[in-house]
């Protein structure tokens, strides 16, 4: 029984198993492969997408949970003329990413960290961003953070 | 056995550097097919490293690998700056894997710096291109100051040589009154000019010159500059095609269970639970490992979770790592070294009746790389000929050793590198078993089969750096500085040629103790240097509290007046405000270490709270690496290695319990986080003429014991033993 869902605003219907973690039904099934596989245990946030606007780790996440559900990932993040986000414009700006395998997950954490709380402070950057980054990324996110609220680097 | 083989091998790489392997231009036929791969309609290759399109299109080809490091971006700089060519109109390419592209200038960099044979070549490294020539390896923080100062410069400025004549041909000027800029040639006395696209075709038919002229640096507009990084825009809208990313028509999707006790054999495995989930297709067994292929990943990981193999445990049952420290000082007690150096006789100085003596232990565990990308490889299999599609330090080696694992030459397999999520050291191919499991794979499969390592195998089956273990002893004379210095470490690999001992000491000794587990001990960004700069500069720092002096200025005493490490040291002190009182319950700690030629030293502030946590709130650095190409990059690499060294030394170890490694994802393997990263992580470079050092793995070494030193300097407890995660407790001020 496919699961039907909209992805970066087209309706779409899953066939995987209904067990499957979202991230694999996304990657092998869509062909998004922006979010990435890190962990498997939602402990790395590589694979940091949003349904209905707030972040989930889709490693973990059955499609069976994604049924109705409004699903964004990193390649649903450019306006609909294909402009970048403003998050998106930011980590660029800031020169963020080295390896960049996380980035896709961080830039979603932040979209998310934005939305809810509009200018972010340090002590919430620290809580919110969770994501792990093995190139030490991390001073320039908190950069990017900043810079995409007009908030002045510390 | 295996050492004696490595010092014949470092040998031969040094014959090979200085005669054979030289950069020189288009010298056979495999660059000529390297070339036809390449050079598509429209454009003309100067050398098999840069083409110039119709359009003015500039690419250039590299032959090592950029993982993250920035370093493509900056390899394009030096060849356009030599070019003069217009920046917007610049690409860069990793090389195909093909011998005609192979990495020569990184072997030619080894050699010109040691001068043949000398002693500033890490060996563990040479002897990797030792065993893999033709090669394209990434390693030894070489990209730049190698390929870039050697190959991508000269080649640039052959190729504008060349251009130049041509347009003086077309154009009926001297050379000596044309100009080029941006793409241009211009005549400016009859205000022609011409444009490289459309002379490129024609400047390639020259002999191009074996020395070309270089700029000098004052000439330089693109060298130095903080140039955005072309890759940039590709890995923030999920664009970029990492080696986990390959989707082929019909493709499967494999993972794989190896032996939990390293070079232990799959003895049976009943495989129908597998063979009953839905989507699983086959299962595969190796020597050491069993595979699952199915239609994705999740219905391959289900029948893998269904299975029971057993394996054997190669004798390696007893293997855990108190043991192992414990074999390693009773081999160091033994006192039987393997390798020596130093100079002077440091006993005459630990016998004067005079001498202050201070002795320490210390250890340091297993530590895995932890790339966020696990590995993945995809293979095909047809005809008798194999195409595989990864991500690895050094694509023609993985040609090579796929060829080996399915039987075929070398010609018979086609390799795509891709880009990698991370590498650190874990992706040199001699360590890589995904390349021979992929391979073998494939050869069993009628399909593409993409092959998943998962986290926990990841973790489980690293190429670790090294557990290591040292006693240092020295002797402080009645004028307060060091007498004698002696360092005995016990690990697999001799660190002498790659870490340097920059103190002034009359006498000093350096012995290693050859110990090996069943692990295959790997490099891990900075190697050696990780834990020799954890041992000397933590020792250092004991010496300086021990003869009653300011760690800054004892240190100063002991390196020669006018020196770069002093000049590195003082800039240290002067940012880092290491004479000013820190804030309450704050202390400072330093280390200057120097790795594959730049000097850098640190200044960590840190704290240890109420529960024993300690917190990090700052770090200085300051580096001098001779010239920096991207400044931006350059800060980039640096931050990076400090995050990656406090990870390291807080909370990363692999330990082995009955032979198995016990960790298995982050859970237990700990990754430092955001909020765990010091808000201010100041990095100042302090230029100099000296030769370009590397940069991409020297800002690790100093953290670690800059760290440790600030929490004796916060708390008066000395940390020996990493990660300090487990002594907690003990830090209770």
Redesign the interface.
């Known amino acids: 029984m496919p699961v039907a869902a909209t992805v970066n605003g087209q309706a779409v219907a899953f066939e ?2 209904t ?3 979202l991230l ?1 039904a996304l ?2 099934e869509l ?11 939602s ?2 946030g ?1 694979c940091t997408i949003h349904v209905d606007g707030r972040t989930v780790r889709s490693c973990v996440f059955p499609v069976s949970q994604a049924a109705g559900k409004t699903i964004t ?3 649903g ?2 306006s609909n003329e294909g402009e ?1 986000h403003p998050v ?1 414009q930011a ?2 700006e800031a ?10 997950g961080q ?1 979603m954490a932040a979209v998310d960290l934005i939305a809810r709380l509009g200018k972010p402070t ?1 002590a919430q ?3 919110a ?14 950069a990017a953070i900043l810079r995409a609220t007009d908030q002045a680097a ?1 | 056995m295996k050492i004696k083989r490595r010092y014949f091998l470092l040998g031969a790489v040094a014959v090979a550097g200085a005669g054979v392997f030289g950069v020189k231009w288009a010298d056979g036929d495999a660059q000529r097919r390297a070339m036809a791969t390449t050079i598509g309609d429209g454009e003309a290759g100067f050398t098999p490293w840069l083409k110039i399109a119709s359009d003015d299109v500039v690419t250039i080809y590299s032959p090592t690998i950029d993982f993250g490091q920035g370093s493509h971006t900056a390899l394009a700089q030096m060849a356009a700056e030599e070019l003069d060519a217009d920046w917007t109109k610049v690409r860069v390419e990793q090389a195909p894997a093909l011998p005609g592209f192979a990495n020569a200038a990184i072997i030619q960099g080894f050699a010109n710096e040691a001068g043949g044979l000398g002693d500033k070549i890490p060996k563990s490294l040479l002897s990797l291109v030792a065993r893999s020539m033709p090669m394209q390896l990434t390693g030894g923080s070489s990209s730049i100051r190698y390929v870039g100062q050697i190959l991508m410069r000269k080649t640039g400025a052959a190729a504008r040589y060349v251009l130049l004549e041509e347009a003086a041909a077309q154009l009926n000027a001297p050379v000596s009154e044309l100009t080029t800029a941006d793409n241009i040639v211009t005549h400016a006395a009859s205000g022609r000019s011409l444009r490289y696209g459309e002379i490129a075709a024609a400047a390639a038919e020259r002999s191009l010159p074996n020395t070309p002229t270089l700029k000098e640096p004052a000439a330089y507009r693109l060298i130095g500059q903080p140039v955005a990084r072309l890759d940039i825009p590709s890995k923030v809208d999920g664009s970029a095609q990492y080696g986990i990313d390959v989707s082929l028509p019909g493709m499967r999707v494999a993972t794989i269970m190896m032996a939990p006790v390293r070079e232990g054999r799959l003895e049976s495995v009943d495989e129908q639970p597998a063979l009953a989930v839905p989507g699983v297709e086959k299962v595969v067994q190796q020597d050491d490992a069993v595979i699952v292929v199915a239609r994705g990943y999740w219905q391959a990981l289900k029948g893998l979770r269904s299975l029971s193999p057993r394996f054997s445990d190669a004798g390696h049952a007893a293997l855990n790592s108190p043991a192992i420290y414990e074999a390693q000082d009773q081999l160091r007690e033994a006192g039987n070294a393997t390798n020596s150096a130093g100079s002077g006789d440091v006993d005459v100085h630990f016998d004067a009746p005079d001498a202050q003596i201070v002795e320490a232990q210390y250890r340091v565990p297993f530590v895995h790389h932890a790339m966020m990308e696990p590995f993945a490889m995809t293979a095909h299999h047809q005809d008798g000929k194999l195409e595989i599609w990864v991500g690895m330090q050094d694509p023609l080696s993985v040609r090579k050793i796929a060829a080996e694992a399915a039987g075929l030459s070398p010609d018979d397999v086609t390799v795509h590198p891709l880009i990698m999520g991370g590498g650190f050291g874990r992706r040199f191919p001699q360590s890589c078993q995904i390349i021979a499991q992929s391979a073998r794979l494939a050869m069993e499969c009628p399909w593409p089969v993409k092959l998943i390592w998962s986290r926990e195998e990841e973790v489980r089956h690293g190429a670790y750096r090294c557990q290591s273990s040292a006693h240092l002893k020295a002797a402080i004379g009645a004028d307060g500085a060091i007498a004698a210095w002696r360092t005995d470490y016990v690990q697999r690999d001799n660190a002498e040629m790659e870490c340097p001992f920059n103190y002034a000491v009359p006498a000093t000794s350096r012995r290693h103790f050859t110990y090996t587990t069943n692990q295959d001990d790997g490099p891990l960004r900075s190697v050696n240097s990780t834990q020799m700069g954890f041992y000397n500069e933590s020792f250092i720092d004991e010496l300086a509290h021990a003869a009653g002096q300011d760690p800054y200025a004892f240190r100063r005493a002991h390196l020669a007046d006018g020196s770069r490490h002093q000049r590195v040291l003082d800039e240290l002190a002067r940012r880092s405000g290491w004479q000013s009182t820190p804030a309450p319950g704050v202390g400072r700690g330093m280390a200057l270490v120097e790795s594959f030629g730049t000097i850098v030293g640190q200044v960590v502030e840190a704290s240890v709270d109420e529960g024993g946590q300690p917190h990090v709130h700052k770090v200085t650095a300051v580096v001098d690496c001779g010239s920096v190409v991207n400044p931006l990059n350059a800060e980039a690499q640096i931050q990076g290695g400090i995050i990656m060294s406090l990870s390291i030394a807080l909370g990363e170890e692999i330990t082995l319990e009955n032979g198995a490694v016990v960790q298995s994802n982050f859970g237990d393997y700990p990754i430092l986080k955001l909020a765990d990263t010091p808000p201010l992580i100041d990095v100042h470079f302090l230029q100099s003429d000296a030769a370009m050092g590397g940069l991409g793995e020297p800002g690790v070494p100093p953290a670690a014991p800059a760290l440790a030193n600030a929490i004796f300097a916060a708390t008066g407890k000395r940390i020996r033993t990493l990660p300090i995660r487990d002594q907690a407790r003990a830090l209770e001020a």
Do not use: H
């Open positions: 995987s198993e067990d499957t973690p694999w990657r092998e062909g998004l492969t922006g979010a990435k596989f890190g962990c498997g245990v402990a790395c590589a990932t990193i390649e993040l450019k970048l998106q980590w660029i020169q963020v990413p080295q390896c960049g395998y996380c980035q896709s830039i340090p950057i620290d809580e961003m969770t994501n792990i980054c093995r190139c030490g990324t991390y001073p320039r996110i908190r510390e």
